[in-house]
Structures are given as structure tokens and as C-alpha cells.
């Protein structure tokens, strides 16, 4: 499996403590622009029709992972706040490895990549804001049980051939990511 490939999937087995420190962030006394970033990410996650489609094989998570990884990156720009040690680490964890997606995809691509991940800062979701998820208590419950919902149907990243994922992979966020 191709060193990238295999890292990405590795990610997909995190996405429980990944997205118990977003959680934490949003609910930190962060930067609101840190704290906007988890819920941009979070919300990234229910979207149906995201960079890579769900049910495309063995590749439909990946971008999720990523996308997750490039928004802590984003975060920690702006500052982490006060959140728990152990979500601390992980988020820190997270933006070290969004170091390995700029190394994949390559340094243009990548910028548009984070271009794209710093906007979900400002994107809603099912007409939910992230600036809605910060003010509104039940904005947020409601946008955490749906992340709940997914991360439950989350299945094993299975890929059969790195080599070909690796080309499907970024061949839809070249396409996607202009």
C-alpha cells in the first residue's frame, strides 16, 4: 500500500477521539475562529456531497480524516484556549499530521485545500452556521448528534489497491478543489 494511502486510512481509526476534541474545542473558551474551524469541521462530516463522496470505495472517508486534520491545523493558528490535556494532544496530533496531506497532494494543491477548509468556518449545514453552533446550545447538541449518528456508521476503511485509491483520491479533490 502506498505510504500515503495507508497513513490516511490509519487516520479513519481516530475519528472517535478526533472528533471528541473538536467537540472540546467548540465547547473551549478558544478563539472563536479556532472554535468556528471545529464546527466548520464537524459539520464538513454530515455533509452528504463533501470532496469525496461517502460511498465512493475505500476513499469516501479519507477526505473526511483530512479535512478534520487541515481544519486543527487552521485552529491552532488561532490559538487552542483551554481544553483538556488529552484533547489538547489530539488536536495538536491532528494539525502535525495535516503536514503529510501537503506532502500528497503537493503545495498548490494543498493551499487550495486549506482555502476550502477555512471557509467551512462560514459554511452551513443543514442551516446551521458554525457561528449558530458556537451561540446556540441546541444548534450545537443537534449538529453533535449527527456527528455521533455518522461516526457510528462508520465502517473500516477497506482499499484493495493503494495505487489506484492514491489516483482516485486526487483526482476528485484536483476536480473538486479549483
Known amino acids: 500500500m502506498t505510504k500515503h494511502i495507508e497513513t490516511f486510512k490509519?487516520?479513519?481509526?481516530?475519528?472517535v477521539s478526533d472528533v471528541a476534541a473538536l467537540?472540546?474545542?467548540?465547547?473551549?473558551?478558544?478563539?472563536?475562529?479556532?472554535?468556528?474551524?471545529?464546527?466548520?469541521?464537524?459539520g464538513y462530516l454530515v455533509t452528504r456531497m463533501d470532496l469525496v463522496p461517502d460511498w465512493e470505495g475505500g476513499i469516501g472517508a479519507?477526505?473526511?480524516?483530512?479535512?478534520?486534520?487541515v481544519c486543527a491545523q487552521l485552529a491552532a493558528g488561532h490559538g487552542l484556549g483551554a481544553v483538556a490535556?488529552?484533547?489538547?494532544?489530539?488536536?495538536?496530533?491532528m494539525a502535525n499530521e495535516a503536514e503529510r496531506i501537503g506532502e500528497f497532494l503537493g503545495g498548490a494543491a494543498y493551499d487550495k485545500l486549506r482555502t476550502y477548509c477555512a471557509k467551512l468556518s462560514e459554511t452551513a449545514v443543514r442551516g446551521r452556521t458554525p457561528a449558530n453552533v458556537l451561540a446556540d446550545a441546541a444548534a450545537r447538541k443537534a449538529l453533535f448528534a449527527?456527528?455521533?449518528?455518522?461516526?457510528?456508521?462508520?465502517?473500516p476503511v477497506v482499499i484493495t489497491d493503494a495505487a489506484d485509491a492514491e489516483v482516485r483520491l486526487k483526482a476528485y479533490l484536483s476536480h473538486k478543489l479549483k
Open 62 to 69: 479519507l477526505d473526511d480524516v483530512m479535512v478534520l486534520r
Open 85 to 93: 490535556e488529552s484533547h489538547e494532544i489530539n488536536l495538536s496530533r
Open 23 to 42: 467537540k472540546a474545542l467548540i465547547e473551549s473558551t478558544a478563539e472563536p475562529e479556532a472554535r468556528r474551524l471545529a464546527a466548520g469541521a464537524l
Open 10 to 15: 490509519s487516520w479513519s481509526e481516530s475519528i
Open 146 to 155: 449527527e456527528v455521533d449518528d455518522e461516526v457510528k456508521k462508520t465502517v
